[in-house]
């Protein structure tokens, strides 16, 4: 039971996508012409109950994080994981 309980707590400390980021698309480099640079966006996520769930995580916090400056896509630039937790780096943009 207690078991059962930590795996919940941990399983819900995953990032949710705002209903803005819901919107933000990833997109190549090959297509950002005529779309506006907003600027880098790195965002990590450690400790969740798998690599997988971090990156997902990562991504969602990157997503929110263009979201929140007006971007409506992304360029994903690097992603680094390891034992500890995952990192996700991307260019933001808004587009047409």
Same mark, same amino acid.
Do not use: W
């Given at each position: 039971?207690?078991?059962?309980?930590?795996?919940?707590?941990i399983?819900?400390?995953?990032?949710?996508?705002?209903?803005?980021?819901?919107q &933000? %698309?990833?997109?190549?480099?090959?297509?950002?012409?005529g779309? *506006?640079?907003?600027?880098?966006?790195?965002?990590?996520?450690?400790?969740?109950? !798998?690599?997988?769930?971090?990156?997902?995580?990562?991504?969602?916090?990157? %997503?929110n994080? &263009?979201?929140? %400056?007006?971007?409506?896509?992304?360029?994903?630039?690097?992603?680094? !994981?390891? *034992?500890?937790?995952?990192? &996700?780096?991307?260019?933001?943009? %808004?587009?047409?």
């Open positions: 039971m207690v078991f059962g309980l930590g795996v919940l707590v399983a819900g400390c995953s990032t949710e996508l705002t209903p803005a980021a819901q &933000v %698309r990833q997109i190549s480099t090959v297509t950002t012409d779309c *506006e640079f907003l600027g880098p966006v790195s965002a990590s996520e450690h400790f969740g109950i !798998s690599a997988a769930g971090n990156t997902g995580s990562a991504m969602n916090k990157a %997503r994080d &263009v979201a929140a %400056r007006g971007g409506n896509a992304f360029v994903l630039t690097n992603t680094s !994981s390891n *034992e500890d937790g995952t990192i &996700v780096q991307v260019d933001a943009y %808004r587009c047409p």
